[in-house]
């Protein structure tokens, strides 16, 4: 028989237990997205400092200075008031230490020439909610 235009087409059919099952496991899979891109970060932030084929983790609230062999010679690298910069290398053009400190999680900074790189990891109050960028 025709459909006549009286019913849907479709209705009247059930939902089925594996079609719940289906949406159930999607939802589920959709919130568990959400954690790593809305939950808290990694705890306190921290500064990896690379170089000479060794590596160390300060906590970026400690007061350290270090300095970092590589092959032109030592890099000073210098943890401070919740932020890590390059104060010297030997390297020719000092580019390293004109950038500055870097403060954020994901932020780095290196001297290439003498293979000394300083990162921040996990997170701190003052980057925690803060826009990192605009645009429009």
């Given at each position: 028989?025709?459909?006549?235009g009286?019913?849907?087409?479709?209705?009247?059919?059930?939902?089925?237990?594996?079609?719940?099952?289906?949406?159930?496991?999607?939802?589920?899979?959709?919130?568990?997205?959400?954690?790593?891109?809305?939950?808290?970060?990694?705890?306190?932030?921290?500064?990896?400092?690379?170089?000479?084929?060794?590596?160390?983790?300060?906590?970026?609230?400690?007061?350290?200075?270090?300095?970092?062999?590589?092959?032109?010679?030592?890099?000073?690298?210098?943890?401070?008031?919740?932020?890590?910069?390059?104060?010297?290398?030997?390297c020719?053009?000092?580019?390293?230490?004109?950038?500055g400190?870097?403060?954020?999680?994901?932020?780095?900074?290196?001297?290439?020439?003498?293979?000394?790189?300083?990162?921040?990891?996990?997170?701190?109050?003052?980057?925690e909610?803060?826009?990192?960028?605009?645009?429009?």
């Open positions: 028989m025709r459909n006549m009286n019913t849907p087409r479709g209705a009247g059919k059930a939902v089925k237990p594996f079609d719940l099952a289906v949406l159930a496991f999607v939802l589920l899979l959709t919130l568990l997205s959400l954690i790593p891109a809305y939950g808290k970060g990694s705890g306190e932030a921290r500064a990896l400092v690379r170089g000479g084929g060794r590596s160390w983790v300060f906590p970026l609230a400690a007061g350290e200075r270090l300095a970092v062999p590589g092959p032109l010679g030592e890099t000073v690298v210098e943890i401070r008031g919740g932020r890590a910069r390059i104060v010297s290398s030997p020719v053009n000092q580019t390293c230490v004109a950038a400190a870097v403060h954020s999680p994901g932020q780095w900074t290196a001297c290439l020439p003498n293979r000394v790189m300083v990162s921040i990891s996990g997170s701190n109050s003052e980057a909610g803060a826009v990192d960028a605009a645009s429009w």
